[in-house]
């Protein structure tokens, strides 16, 4: 099993920029979070999911986009970057709610 | 407010000296609870879990953490620090029916010197 992965490892974009980072498990989890690491903020979860189709937010949101076509992939869209989406993004998952998290390695992403 | 809360953001510790880590969560009931480790550059590795029974839990690397439901606390051990623990520590809970909701605190950085 490759457990959580995440595509790219490293990106740089430009202010106003589109991309997606990838998430794929092969797990069969149902439930699937993104989150973002900030130096002194800890991990923050920007959305998650609990199964194909349903995605809900959580505490950091804004600017961000996801759907949940399969349960597999659990794509994070940023459609138009800025400065202040400069971080590392983790995305998890895990096989009930509220239970322990598989991460995958992380994307560090910088907004110039 | 719910919070979960790490109030040392550093601590160092000699080479086989104990350690203890702090953390204390804000949630209406019990909720389950986490220590990971990131060492730098890494993802996440989970250390231990409490979910519910004995409240003294024990996870990988010789690390313990102890579950006091009076002081809504969760601190992480270990009788003898290795340098190669020098690592971030993380506590987090899980909300089990909230969705798929899970909190971190702010971390703890650990030094550990010869």
């Known amino acids: 099993n490759a457990g959580v992965t995440q595509t790219p490892k490293f990106q740089v974009l430009k202010t106003g920029q589109s991309m997606t980072l990838q998430c794929a498990q092969d797990?069969?989890?149902?439930?699937m979070s993104w989150y973002r690491q900030d130096p002194g903020m800890g991990l923050r979860l920007i959305h998650y999911?609990?199964?194909?189709?349903?995605?809900d937010q959580g505490e950091v949101p804004n600017g961000y986009n996801v759907s949940r076509s399969t349960t597999e992939d659990f794509p994070l869209r940023l459609l138009s970057a800025a400065p202040s989406q400069t971080s590392v993004y983790f995305c998890?998952?895990?096989?009930?709610?509220?239970?322990?998290?598989?991460f995958g390695p992380g994307t560090r992403l910088t907004v110039l | 407010a719910q919070s979960v809360t790490q109030p040392d953001i550093h601590i160092t510790v000699s080479e086989g000296a104990s350690l203890e880590l702090r953390c204390n969560y804000s949630?209406?009931?019990?909720?389950?609870l986490f220590w990971y480790v990131q060492s730098p550059g890494q993802g996440l590795q989970l250390l231990l879990k409490y979910f519910s029974g004995d409240t003294l839990v024990q996870g990988i690397k010789g690390f313990e953490a102890e579950f006091k439901r009076s002081q809504s606390s969760f601190n992480l051990r270990k009788p003898s620090v290795h340098w190669s623990d020098a690592a971030e520590y993380f506590c987090a809970v899980g909300l089990p029916n909230t969705g798929n909701q899970f909190y971190f605190g702010t971390g703890t950085s650990l030094t550990v010197i010869p």
């Open positions: 797990m069969n989890h149902e439930y």
């Open positions: 998890a998952s895990s096989y009930e709610p509220g239970y322990e998290q598989f």
């Open positions: 949630y209406g009931a019990t909720p389950y």
């Open positions: 999911s609990v199964g194909a189709g349903i995605t």
